[in-house]
């Protein structure tokens, strides 16, 4: 009996080891974190103020019948808006800026601010140690000469390129008319972020008549990768509901990047746990996952995400990390002094 003892020691320091690891790995993340996706928008941009947003929103809308339309049915949910996480929007530009300002603060993060440069002037006006200013773009609403995006990217400090909206126009990823963009891209050494997944649930009929979900596929990206491998991208939304093809992607392309705007709550949590995140970090993408909160018109929705993503139970700290802020500075480029600068600040 005596030679048993030294072992079921060794097993029970073995296992509260064990225990002791994963309760590190369970660990929320309290660092500096660089939020990838956010919006410079109107207090107005998705209707008059205040809006109601429901939370997991595919279940916004449970049920639809074609009788009716579509809008009439998404006014009168505006009205009675039934959801146990509900947020609603601020009712003006200023209040907009300065919820969004606050969720960063309290969260000690920066964001990659997309929209159009009249607007991200004035949004970084409020918070230059902030914001990181994105060109919002797309061809729905008309080609911008080459030069003139040029001069539009060097003059006004735009960091990174997108969010690039194709998709809500019925426009592929590999449309030949983005050539001469991926091109200056390549030029300028700029990073370029792409829409391509989930829109509004009845998108079609919601202002955007030419969305459509086959164009969140990645694998129209494919040609774009060969024909201009020194092009940085980011797939916003990772592309989803196409897991399967965009794992496939980031095995051939190493350089492909994702966020993951938003989908966390697009749907309810433990199915974007189960069927999206944890399926791309099983495939061994964790170290090109960048968190992003889509938040548009709803701040509260920044630090809602940075929850979902802190709770999920399969993540060590150390993917949190990479998640929350590695990932996207290395995406970026970040000097050294920047992420020192980053991991310094004061909440």
Known sequence: ?????????????TAAFG????????????????????????????????????VPASTSIQHFDPRVDYMEVVVENSKNPSCND???????????????????????????LSGEVELLSTWTKAAPDRFIPSLEFNLGTGEIPVDSLKTILRTQNIKVFGEIGNQYYGIAPNDPRMDKYWELAVELDIPVAIHLGSGPPGA??????????KFSNPLQLEEVLVKY??????????????????????????????DLGGIMWTYPKAYFYEYHLKKLVAAGYSKRIMFGSDSM????????????????PFLSLEEKEDIFYNNAARFLRFSEEQIAADHNRKQ
């Open 1 to 13: 009996m005596r030679y048993y003892i030294p072992i079921l020691l060794f097993l029970i320091q």
């Open 19 to 54: 225990q002791i690891t994963n309760s590190q790995d369970n660990l929320a993340y309290t660092g500096p974190i660089i939020d990838m996706h956010l919006h410079a928008f109107h207090a107005d941009a998705i209707g008059p103020p205040p809006i109601p947003f429901c």
């Open 297 to 312: 018109t709803w701040p509260g929705l920044i630090g809602m995400s940075i929850d979902i993503i802190n709770e999920a």
């Open 86 to 112: 509900l947020f609603w929007s601020p009712k003006t530009d200023e209040e907009l800026i300065r919820q969004t300002i606050n969720q960063l603060e309290k969260y000690n993060a920066i964001g990659v």
């Open 204 to 213: 079609p009929y919601m202002g955007t008549p030419n969305y459509r979900v």
């Open 229 to 258: 491998p020194k092009l940085r991208m980011s797939v916003m939304h990772y592309g989803e509901p196409f897991i399967d093809e965009m794992i496939a992607m980031m095995y051939t392309y190493p350089q492909l990047y994702i």
